[in-house]
């Protein structure tokens, strides 16, 4: 994912995490915040994943599927939080693909 599209300020990701749009799926929490660009964070915690080589692969997955996915994804700051009690190192690349494709569909709506 190209650095335009990373989220590095500490005030806009802390107001992105008290947005109140959101939406759960099985694997990932999404909360968004508007704005005139699209900028992502990827949160993956300790308590998800223990080792620091698996939590960097998921990052990687999930910033690769929004490299490819960009175009279909509508403007506003995300924040992508891995929920905890998943096993993550079962996971395929498709069963993240879909569901983080799933979150972004403009069909469904934001909670």
Known sequence: ????????????????????????????????NDSFETNFVIIVSKKAIKKATQRNKLKRRIRHIIKINIINIPKGNYCI???????????????????????????????
């Open 1 to 32: 994912m190209p650095s335009k599209y990373k989220l590095r300020n500490p005030k806009t990701i802390t107001k992105c995490m008290k947005s109140y749009q959101r939406k759960t799926s099985k694997f990932f929490i999404l909360k968004k």
């Open 81 to 111: 939080i891995a929920k905890n009690n998943i096993s993550f190192i079962e996971l395929s690349y498709s069963d993240i693909n879909a569901d983080i494709l799933e979150m972004f569909d403009t069909n469904s709506r934001l909670i």
